[in-house]
């Protein structure tokens, strides 16, 4: 497994999370990554991406402004910060390496996919 997801777990709206992604084969350094989710009963959908060196960020819009994502290309790490949760970001999420070395918002821009880490929001 290239990309394992980790942080998700139980917690109340109104709370927050941090999750990560651990590139273990160290090939992401130089591309973009992103966040996807997957609610229940929903499509995959984008969340957030950032490019290779970190420079440049995108957020959907649902996640604008309580959503942060990150990397540290020396630990080969990615997160998301997450923020003011409620039940709507109820999903599995997933972390992605894009094909290139800018952000990507389009799941067919990405090249790799971890597994992902379950996160619930009660109300």
């Known amino acids: 497994v290239q990309l394992q997801a980790s942080g998700g777990e139980l917690v109340q709206a109104g709370g927050s999370l941090r999750l990560s992604c651990a590139d273990s084969?160290?090939?992401?350094?130089?591309?973009?990554m992103g966040w996807f989710r997957q609610g229940p009963e929903k499509e995959r959908e984008f969340v957030a991406g950032?490019?290779?060196?970190?420079?440049?960020?995108y957020y959907a819009d649902s996640v604008k402004g309580r959503f942060t994502i990150s990397r540290d290309r020396i630990k080969n790490r990615l997160y998301l910060q997450m923020t003011s949760l409620n039940p709507e970001d109820t999903a599995v999420y997933y972390c992605?390496?894009?094909?290139?070395?800018?952000?990507?918002?389009?799941?067919?821009?990405?090249?790799?996919w971890g597994q992902g880490t379950l996160v619930t929001v009660s109300s």
């Open positions: 992605a390496t894009a094909r290139r070395a800018s952000l990507a918002t389009s799941a067919r821009e990405y090249a790799y």
């Open positions: 084969r160290r090939t992401s350094s130089n591309n973009g």
């Open positions: 950032i490019s290779w060196n970190g420079a440049n960020t």
